[in-house]
């Protein structure tokens, strides 16, 4: 069987308010293009399909025709877990109308697939967080751990449980879980594992909302079942392979790039040849990088507004740095942003004070979810929630999206 693995989508999700759905619409398109030219068969999303808990219309309605371009009735099965960005229910309210064509959504992992004959593939047998498919010839065994934080884990850590100690109580119940749930793998058939999480050693970027608190949500990579032939991982951001000492864990990474961060590498999917009892062949398949974003780091005003004239129809999004030695002047900064329509940020790069460590920092720059979060924190003295930064982001969507209708009107 050849399977595709991919997640992180984070459909709905904004660079510093810019929105990014048609770059996102590009990669959709792109994707299903590569499922029909190397002729997928099964598809694992692996997490965080949406940035917040309370998407967009226009995110929600790009996941669901992804979803039947990429089943395309019934040729293909698709299975989508849920992220740390996703809320359950939400994602998987439409799961009934679904089943019927070979299309999964799991949000937690008590959600049960119910076994029996569909028009185009069997389920012998499923459980919470495994079944069994016959697809095309083929059995396959997947294990399903959507994103299991501490509260769906039966909340085992207390306040008074020391950092080493909490990891090795998070990482041992996820591998207690996970032996269990193999128990299940036979040799006649395709052993697979889609979770989201943070394998320890993993390659962080910005763009990550954490799901570790100092390690302390970190799993070892010898926790998975050695029988799996493949695992599907998601929540890293950077496509990579984490070894361990008997099996091997893939990051396929977000398709797009999120942040300055992942601008070092390329992004991709993987694609896996698998048949029972041989070992996975894997490859990756890179995608085109729709808008880049891009760093402009210039010696004066004066080259800058040289460069946003040479560059002002490239498409790209900009983060431009400037040298200088007094304030920018707004007017200047108006002029950039004119001739160059993608600037993302401005930072001035101050001469005669950065040796001392200092940096101008304009908050007109600052995202909205980091104004909140560091008023919060003047407020708190402590870091709000990622529940608290969804519930805020989602609603200054709404009402974006509210005074957009009204300007409309």
């Avoid at 999303?45 to 990429?70: C, I, M, R, T, W």
């Avoid at 099965?77 to 064509?101: K, M």
């Avoid at 032939?229 to 929540?235: D, F, K, P, R, V």
Wanted: proline share 4%; with cysteine; glycine share 6%.
């Amino acid at each position: 069987m050849r399977i595709l693995h991919t997640g992180d989508w984070h459909l709905g999700k904004n660079l510093e308010g810019n929105e990014r759905i048609k770059e996102q619409e590009q990669f959709i398109e792109e994707l299903v293009g590569i499922v029909e030219e190397n002729q997928v068969q099964m598809i694992l999303v692996a997490g965080d399909v949406y940035d917040h808990s309370n998407p967009p219309a226009k995110a929600e309605q790009l996941f669901y025709k992804a979803l039947k371009q990429l089943n395309n009735k019934g040729e293909r099965i698709v299975v989508v877990i849920a992220g740390n960005h996703d809320q359950p229910e939400r994602l998987t309210a439409s799961v009934p109308l679904l089943y019927e064509e070979g299309i999964f959504l799991l949000g937690t992992f008590h959600d049960r697939i119910p076994a029996g004959k569909y028009p185009n593939f069997t389920i012998h047998q499923s459980g919470k967080g495994y079944m069994e498919i016959e697809f095309q010839g083929e059995r396959v065994m997947l294990l399903t751990l959507p994103y299991p934080s501490e509260k769906r884990l039966n909340e085992i850590f207390t306040e008074e449980i020391e950092e080493e100690v909490q990891q090795k109580a998070y990482s041992k119940r996820i591998g207690e879980l996970l032996q269990e749930l193999s128990t299940h793998y036979r040799e006649d058939t395709i052993n697979l594992c889609v979770s989201h999480l943070y394998l320890g050693g993993g390659q962080e970027s910005e763009s990550e909302r954490p799901i570790q608190l100092g390690g302390s949500l970190a799993v070892h990579i010898d926790e998975f079942p050695q029988d799996a032939q493949y695992i599907a991982l998601g929540h890293l951001h950077r496509p990579q392979v984490i070894k361990g000492s008997q099996v091997n864990a893939y990051y396929a990474g977000s398709p797009i790039q999120y942040s300055k961060s992942e601008i070092a590498y390329g992004k991709s999917v993987y694609i896996a040849d698998l048949s029972p009892g041989q070992k996975a062949e894997v490859r990756k398949v890179f995608l085109h990088n729709y808008k880049p974003i891009e760093v402009w780091e210039c010696k004066s005003i004066e080259e800058a507004l040289q460069k946003c004239e040479e560059y002002q129809d490239q498409n790209n999004w900009v983060y431009l740095e400037i040298e200088t030695d007094r304030v920018l002047q707004q007017e200047e900064i108006k002029s950039l942003r004119r001739i160059k329509k993608d600037i993302i940020e401005i930072v001035p790069k101050f001469k005669n004070v950065e040796k001392e460590g200092f940096e101008y920092e304009d908050p007109m720059n600052k995202t909205m979810e980091q104004l909140f979060c560091e008023f919060y924190r003047s407020q708190k003295q402590v870091d709000p929630t990622n529940e608290m930064v969804d519930l805020f982001l989602g609603i200054m969507q709404e009402e974006k999206g509210e005074e957009n209708e009204t300007t409309t009107a």
